[in-house]
């Protein structure tokens, strides 16, 4: 008999709707809109032929079939868990998942995660880099790192390290000068953007000159501002946590101290995930390493 299978995106919404009694906290939670979330549970809805929802204040309850539905899925996202851990080439015993913003494990966790594996090496570490993160109240991941400003509802979280915005560039486009490029200087550069110039102002403003425009750029993701940059193509705005190592060798300079405040990486967690051994050495050993950048 073919099984009526609706897509997996539908029900990790229905899932994080039903938890959070919000469709905005369920955006939240998978880091997507809240049309999406709207859009997957009328698809569901509409599949199903039954309401899931009702609306309750500024958030949302479930209906009689919804609850029913809601305690059938979660068994078999359990069931599905179960499966792939008994299935693993590496028991789950001896292995910690981590779910980790892109650029932050390609730039940082990676370059340093020999020292973990040196401490451990019985603990497999398995990296999940993709900007859909990880649900860590169902075990998609053990462990996961995040960027923003803290406050992820149901889970602990420790302060891996503040972000904080610097204008860099390589030393050859910027040349042999005596002193630091002003203000009006580096506006005469080509500029990096990630957004539609929006940090730029900041940062202009930031550096006593609101009255500057930036001037016109190519615009890419984050992690190809910062390729860019050191290929000289112009100047970026980084975390100077993930260009460390540039800055060391001098691939990138700072063209200026002033800095912009932009939120902060952290480690979370459910609470039941410390209880096991390896994920609380992961732990142990990520804020060790980074408390030299604090």
Request: net charge positive; hydrophobic share 50%.
């Amino acid at each position: 008999m073919k099984r009526l299978l609706p897509p997996l995106n539908a029900l990790r919404a229905f899932d994080a709707a039903a938890r959070h009694n919000s469709f905005t906290g369920a955006a939240a939670e998978l880091r997507v809109s809240h049309a999406a979330i709207s859009r997957h549970v009328r698809q569901l809805e509409a599949r199903l032929g039954v309401m899931l929802f009702r609306k309750l204040g500024r958030g949302v309850t479930l209906t009689d079939a919804g609850a029913a539905y809601l305690e059938q899925v979660a068994k078999a996202f359990d069931i599905i868990g179960e499966a792939t851990a008994s299935v693993a080439k590496t028991p789950a015993s001896l292995a910690v998942s981590v779910s980790a913003e892109p650029i932050f494990a390609a730039r940082w966790l990676v370059p340093h995660l020999a020292g973990f594996q040196s401490e451990h090496s019985d603990i497999e570490v398995f990296i999940d880099a993709t900007p859909n993160l990880a649900n860590l109240e169902r075990d998609e991941a053990d462990i996961g790192i995040r960027y923003g400003r803290g406050g992820w509802s149901g889970l602990k979280q420790d302060l891996i390290t503040a972000a904080h915005l610097y204008a860099v560039g390589s030393p050859k486009l910027l040349g042999r000068r005596r002193a630091p490029p002003t203000p009006v200087e580096l506006a005469s550069l080509p500029l990096l953007h990630e957004d539609r110039g929006d940090m730029w102002r900041r940062w202009f403003l930031a550096a006593g000159a609101p009255k500057v425009a930036p001037s016109a750029g190519p615009h890419m993701s984050y992690t190809l501002t910062i390729d860019a940059a050191i290929a000289g193509q112009g100047l970026a705005l980084v975390h100077d946590v993930l260009v460390q190592e540039e800055l060391a060798n001098r691939r990138l300079v700072k063209v200026s101290d002033i800095a912009l405040e932009d939120g902060c990486y952290w480690l979370v967690w459910p609470e039941r995930a410390l209880r096991r051994k390896p994920v609380a050495a992961f732990r142990d050993w990520i804020l060790a390493e980074s408390a030299a950048m604090r």
